[in-house]
Structure formats: structure tokens, C-alpha cells
């Protein structure tokens, strides 16, 4: 494992006031997570989401499953 820093980043979507979700893609290959966090409270706890369930949450997203949420 390796001691290597998030980088945190917001999608080019997030200019809402702020109402914004940060994840980092660096920490995926080597530890099999994608971080996430509320970018309104960056030193709150993260959330440690698989890859695998990552990847579907974007996937039904994409496809428009969620917008009627």
C-alpha cells in the first residue's frame, strides 16, 4: 500500500453554489476505491466507494436513471 495523497477533484459540472461532490481517481488502481467527499466540509469524513459500484453509480447516471431523483 502506498502512502500516496488524494487528488481531489469536482466535476466541470459542479458551478451550482457550491452543492458539490469531490472524488479523487488517483487511489483507484492501487487501492481499489474512488474517495468521496462533500466539498463544502473537506476535512469531514470521506466515503470509500469500490471501484466496481463507482463505475455502476456513473454508469445509471449516464444513462439517466436518476433523473427524476
Known sequence: MTNESPRWFKSSYSENGGA???VTANLTATH???PVRD???PTDTELN???TSFAAF???VKAG???TV
Request: with cysteine; hydrophobic share 40%; aromatic share 6%.
Open 58 to 60: 456513473v454508469a445509471g
Open 20 to 22: 458539490c461532490v469531490e
Open 49 to 51: 466507494v469500490p471501484t
Open 32 to 34: 481499489g476505491i474512488v
Open 39 to 41: 466539498s463544502k466540509r
Open 65 to 67: 436513471h436518476f433523473d
